[in-house]
């Protein structure tokens, strides 16, 4: 059905297109999908082999297809012809994206993307022998209009040598490596019922998705074009979407498909037939999680405003309560200003998140916290905020807001709003964890929603101050005491900048640290002169503000480029790398090398449960082991081709190198004795 789908629109569109014929890829016209055949060793090692690749470069508004292409379409084909000694493995596609034509939903590629593949080379095969590889391939190339079959004979010319890979033809292909579904290691149970397919997905609480869908590897499993909804379940994912009109799926065997979590970044699973609970389209379990969501980012925000980053803030809020007297007018429409305030910035700090994760960033929130320039205009930013509460400077907009950028009250208290959601972020509270991961995977209304709810609950306190007299009757008369307040709530804003700054030694190292640390001397030096000539009744202001925006962009100019690497933990826990991991075997030192994932809940229980147990560490330590550690939650090429090389396609995968042998391979459900075991 699907081959007379594309030709009866290719014909249609045909009629009324007729320059189109000229685009035909068989015999006429150039191809509007460029296609090279790309090998990533010229001299493959015999008894090893290489990768290769169909490097395909779509033109502008053409696309290319994926193994299952749809509604529509039709994947690649191809016809090997191959000398004596060579096989190719089944092609590997990249994790696809969507596109919905017409009610007909697509699996494609809309820009550049690779096919691999991997050639094996018989053992026997002489060195300098020569491997003419010749393929037949033909695709598909489509626009939302039309539809031109394209193909062509596709040549390599291999010598058997030593293997030897050029240093960018290797980041050419670890990029496209990347773009591949990895295995997810644990699997997914699937249950059919009312013409509805849902999936449970083992994937943990803090691993992060965006953009999520299920892209079955064969028909029979789900309807393409239908609606895919996907909540969180503790360290699952449900799915649920309509099933396929009479399909293979309902009877009752297993099916793989590609989990996206990303752009082009996904997961291979598979899925038996199982019970699912709590799936996904039911209305009253998305509701419980919606409310639940929202009950936590209130209660989140609520509790941040006892934040050492936060509560100062509401502090100076309280006072300018206080001198407001009984004047409930001006109270409530500055209580509302201020609200106003914290919820747009929730909202648009919110929707910049999940614009990002949609356009394939694997961000979360705080994600402004992972830019180590964003952590250094914030220590700036709280440094000033501190100094100014400790008297060193006035500064009008924190007397109560009241004159922010000269503005007015309501202006006033609406920009101190802002500030106080801004400043908030390098808090954590309690409650958010939750709230904030549920929302990255709720529609988008109700993930808005948990976004100002988090800002109605920082936004609180002041609203019930200023709402309800009988709270406000109870803050103490005006006074002397408030500078002596004022005063005291510099000193969280200091604890604050100094958690940023070890913040930013975490992400740039001691150097990293370094700088911030001198950009907040060299901060307060220049408020300290500015406080000198407003003591004076002397300006500046202007000044001091353009001196500090040139120190933030000196500083950010100079900060590393990259974090330094250091062990995950201990003097005995490095970090995987190769030429590391030959070091330490050609000295005869012990190694245990095993590699993670966030994403990996059988990874996380091991490590819980066998690797980072008092025990395991005792016995290692005695015996000199060196515990090496590949993460792969970001699908690191290098780790990537080491588990090729061990066989593997995915994690976990533990490995004891006793001095002087060859690895061990050891089982995926560890127990502490099997590691004390090693060493015994």
Known sequence: MRIFKVIFMTLALLAGLPTVQAQSAFGGGAAHIAAALETESATPRAGEGTSIAFAMVPEKGWHGYWENPGDAGLGMTVDWTLPKGVTVGALRYPVPETLLISGLMNHVYEGPYAILADLKVAADVTPGTRLPIKAAAQWLACTDKVCVPEGGDLTLELVVGDGQIVTATRARFDGWRTHLPRPLGSEATYAIQDGKVRLSVPFPASAQASDVHLFPLAEGLARYAAPQTVTRQGDRLLLETDAAEGGKGGKGGTVQAVLRTGDHVGFLLTARPGEVTGAASDDGGQWGAILAALGGALLGGLLLNIMPCVFPILGLKAMKLARAGGDERTVRREALAYTAGIILTCLALGGLLLALRAAGGAVGWAFQLQDPRIILALLLLVTAIAFNLAGLFELRAYGGGEGLVGKGGVAGS???????????????????????????????????????????????????????????????????????????????????????????????????????????????????????????????????????????????????????????????????????????????????????????????????????????????????????????????????????????????????????????????????????????
């Open 414 to 680: 609406f920009w101190t709003g802002a500030l106080v959601a801004f400043v908030a972020t390098p808090c954590t509270g309690p409650f958010m964890a939750a709230a904030m991961g549920a929302a990255l995977l709720l529609p988008l209304p109700a993930a808005l929603a948990v976004f100002a709810g988090l800002g109605l609950g920082l936004a609180l306190p002041f609203l019930l101050l200023a709402y309800v007299p009988a709270l406000r009757k109870r803050l103490p008369k005006p006074g002397g005491w408030m500078g002596t307040f004022q005063k005291i709530l510099a000193i969280p804003m200091f604890l604050t900048a100094l958690g940023l700054a070890w913040l930013l030694g975490q992400q740039r190292g001691v150097s990293g640290m370094t700088i911030g640390l001198t950009a907040a001397l060299l901060l307060a030096l220049l408020l300290w002169w500015l406080g000198s000539r407003q003591r004076l009744g002397k300006g500046g202001g202007l000044m001091a503000a353009i001196a500090a925006l040139a120190l933030l962009a000196g500083a950010a100019c100079a900060l590393p480029t990259r974090a330094p690497t250091v062990a995950k933990a201990g003097d005995s826990t490095v970090q995987f790398a190769v030429s590391k991991l030959a070091e330490l075997r050609a000295a005869n030192k012990p190694v245990f090398l095993y590699f993670t994932a966030d994403w990996c809940l059988t990874c996380k229980a091991n490590e819980a449960a066998a690797i980072d147990r008092a025990e395991t560490s005792a016995a290692f330590d005695k015996a000199g082991v060196t515990v090496m550690v590949g993460d792969w939650t970001n699908a690191d090429p290098a780790i990537t081709r080491f588990l090729e090389s061990q066989g593997r396609s995915g994690v976990p995968l533990y490995l004891w190198y006793a001095p002087g042998k060859d690895a061990q391979t050891l089982p995926q459900l560890l127990t502490p004795a099997t590691l004390t075991g090693l060493v015994s």
